[in-house]
């Protein structure tokens, strides 16, 4: 077959290899036989929070994008409120967590070392 589909609704959430690992974590990527990158759909609870990390030993490069909810990234202790829409990039060196705001929050995050 030329392509795989997958339904993150389809997918239970599960830790997985990336330092930031957790129960809310849909391993889309790997559905997708992805390998490449790391491809998650993160699915926090009001008011849940993701494991606080950083990458300087793996040197890998995270995005944030925002599908619904609201909530904060928080970057070496500063808090970046993220929305809908938005996309956000934190460097390997900087520690990072994500807070969902009331709502809840659903993100895509993508992980990846440069070559």
Request: hydrophobic share 40%; charged share 20%; glycine share 12%.
């Amino acid at each position: 077959m030329a392509y795989v589909r997958v339904s993150a609704a389809d997918i239970d959430p599960t830790p997985g290899p990336h330092p930031a690992a957790s129960q809310f974590d849909k391993g889309v990527g790997e559905a997708l036989g992805i390998r490449g990158f790391g491809l998650y759909q993160v699915e926090l609870p009001p008011h849940g929070e993701t494991v606080r990390h950083d990458h300087i030993d793996d040197g890998a490069e995270d995005v944030y994008a925002v599908i619904r909810g609201t909530g904060t990234v928080i970057v070496d202790d500063q808090p970046v409120p993220i929305l809908p829409g938005e996309f956000i990039a934190v460097t390997p060196a900087s520690s990072r967590h994500v807070r969902a705001g009331d709502d809840g929050l659903v993100f895509i995050a993508v992980c990846a070392s440069p070559s």
